[in-house]
């Protein structure tokens, strides 16, 4: 157990490397805190927002948003080993991980981007290729991170 907590948390890590260097390259990228306000609205019974950035500010958002985005790796990575089997664990190949990364921007596309306004897969946004692109691409090396964080434990 205390296995894939390391490996979703790795892989989360690895995650959150590209994702800096998007920023840096000028490529947007989600705002932990924005995660944050919206589970903190979760406790008002608010689920959905025309506008995340228009909700009222969640005292420590920036905080739950984080721990939110580490758990959901976390959980993610659990997902995966009960998919493929604890042998994956054991011996980790890279392609389940990436399909694994590949199908998990399904959550984003159809229920976060959904709820924090954005509309299905980026479809309300500026940019929606650019934005589809971009998690599609991140979490296809939240795969790659599943897979090095796995590789290295075995």
């Known amino acids: 157990m205390w296995s894939l907590v390391v490996v979703g948390a790795g892989a989360t890590l690895v995650m959150d490397a590209w994702s800096i ?10 705002d932990y805190a924005m995660l944050g306000r919206w589970g903190g609205h979760w406790f008002h019974g608010i689920w959905r927002h025309q506008s995340i950035q228009e909700a009222p500010a ?3 958002e920036k905080k739950w948003g984080w721990a939110m985005h580490y758990l959901t790796g976390i959980a993610f990575a659990f997902a995966l080993a009960c998919a493929a089997g604890p042998q994956w664990l054991r011996e980790p190949t890279l392609v389940p991980a990436l399909w694994f990364g590949a199908i998990s921007v399904l959550l984003p ?4 981007q959904p ?6 897969a980026a479809s309300r946004t500026s940019r929606p290729w650019l934005s589809r692109a ?3 691409a991140t979490h296809l090396v939240f795969g790659l991170g599943l897979f090095l964080a796995a590789k290295i434990l075995a």
Do not use: E, F, K
């Open 21 to 30: 260097w998007l920023r840096l390259m000028g490529v947007p990228t989600l």
């Open 58 to 60: 969640i005292r420590g």
């Open 109 to 112: 596309w159809l229920v976060l």
């Open 115 to 120: 709820a924090l306004g954005a509309g299905v």
């Open 134 to 136: 971009t998690s599609l």
